[in-house]
C-alpha cells in the first residue's frame, strides 16, 4: 500500500478502508425484523378471525346458521338480516350517533386547540401550568368513577334523556387527550415564526388561525379520529343518560336487537356489521394521522 506525506509531515494511507460493518449486529436487526413482521402477520391473522365469522354469519339464515360449520362460508347468501335490522329503526339510531359524535367532537377539538396555544405560547406561565396540570389530570379520571356525578348533573340542568345529555359529558372527557396532543405538537413549531408573525402586525387570534392551525394541521385529523371512535363506540353514556327508544345510539341499540330477537344470532351479526362499517372507513382513511400523530404527539 502506498503511503503520502502530508502537509505536518505525517504518512497517511493513499486509500483509506471503509470500516467494516458488524455482520453480527446487523444479521441480528434483520432477524429481529423478521420476528417482528411475523408476529404482526399472527395478530393480523387473529384480529381478522372475529370480522370474518361476524360477516359471513350475517349472511346466513337462522336454520342454516345452526346445521353448518360456524366458520364456513353461506352456501346461499341473504340479505333478509340487513332488512330486518333497518326495519327497526336502525337509520334513527345511525342520526343519532352521526348528531353525537359531530357535535362533541367540533367544540371538543376547537377548544383543546385554543388551550393548547395559550398553555404553550400564553404569557402567564404560573396559571397555564396549573391548566396543563388540570388537563393532564383528566386523563387519570376514568368516566366510570365519576358516572353518577355526572347522573346528577345532568337532572339538575333538566337535560336527562336527550341527546345533548350525551354530548356534554363526551366534550369534557375528549378535551384532556386533545390538548396533551396538540399542545406537544404546537411545542415543536420554532419560535421564529411566532416571532416573525408579531413583528408584521399579526394579532395573538390571527397568529393562532394563520400560523398554528395550519401546522398542527395532522395533529387536528388526529385528535378528531380518535375522539370520534370513542364517542361512537360509547356505551355507559347513552344507557345512563337517555331512555327513550328515539334517543338511542347505535351501540346502544345492539343490545336491544340481542334482547329482541334473542337467539337469531345472524340478525345480531348483521346489527354489528351495520355498527362498525363506519367506523372502519374512518380508520382507513386517517390510519396514518393517527398512528403518526398519537406517535409524535405524547412519545416526544
Known amino acids: 500500500m502506498t503511503t ?8 497517511t494511507p493513499a486509500h483509506h478502508q471503509p ?36 360477516v359471513i354469519t ?16 353461506p352456501r346461499d347468501p341473504t340479505f333478509e338480516n340487513y332488512k330486518t335490522v333497518i326495519d327497526n329503526d336502525v337509520a334513527l339510531y345511525f342520526f343519532n350517533s352521526v348528531l353525537v359524535t359531530v357535535g362533541a367532537i367540533i367544540p371538543a377539538v376547537a377548544i383543546s386547540f385554543m388551550a393548547a396555544y395559550a398553555i ?8 397555564l401550568r396549573l391548566t396543563n396540570t388540570m388537563f393532564l389530570a383528566g386523563l387519570a379520571i ?19 334523556d336527550s341527546l345533548l345529555a350525551i354530548v356534554l359529558p363526551s366534550i369534557a372527557f375528549a378535551i384532556p387527550l386533545s390538548v396533551l396532543v396538540l399542545s406537544n405538537f404546537i411545542r415543536d413549531v420554532p419560535k421564529e415564526l411566532f416571532e416573525s ?10 397568529t393562532l388561525w394563520r400560523l398554528a392551525f395550519p401546522l398542527t394541521r395532522p395533529a387536528l385529523v388526529t385528535v378528531t379520529i380518535y375522539n370520534a371512535l370513542g364517542i361512537w363506540n360509547g356505551f355507559l353514556l347513552p344507557l345512563v343518560l337517555t331512555q327513550s327508544p328515539d334517543k338511542r345510539t347505535m351501540p346502544l341499540a345492539l343490545v336491544n336487537f340481542q334482547g329482541q330477537f334473542g337467539v337469531n344470532v345472524p340478525a ?10 363506519p367506523i372502519v372507513l374512518l380508520y382507513a382513511i386517517g390510519r396514518r394521522q393517527l398512528v403518526s400523530g398519537l406517535t409524535a404527539g405524547i412519545g416526544k
Open 142 to 160: 376514568p368516566l366510570q368513577a365519576v358516572i353518577i356525578p355526572v347522573y346528577l348533573i345532568i337532572i339538575r340542568l333538566k337535560l336527562y
Open 268 to 277: 345480531i351479526a348483521a346489527s354489528v356489521t351495520l355498527t362498525t362499517i
Open 197 to 206: 408573525m408579531r413583528m408584521d402586525g399579526a394579532t395573538e387570534w390571527g
Open 58 to 73: 350475517s349472511f346466513k339464515t337462522q336454520a342454516n346458521y345452526f346445521i353448518t360449520n360456524t366458520f364456513a362460508p
Open 19 to 54: 470500516p467494516k460493518r458488524n455482520r453480527r449486529t446487523g444479521h441480528k436487526l434483520a432477524k429481529m425484523n423478521w420476528i417482528g413482521g411475523g408476529l404482526g402477520w399472527v395478530w393480523l391473522f387473529i384480529v381478522m378471525i372475529p370480522i370474518y365469522w361476524i
Open 4 to 11: 503520502t506525506v502530508n502537509v505536518t509531515g505525517t504518512q
Open 120 to 127: 404553550v405560547r400564553g404569557s402567564g406561565r404560573l396559571i
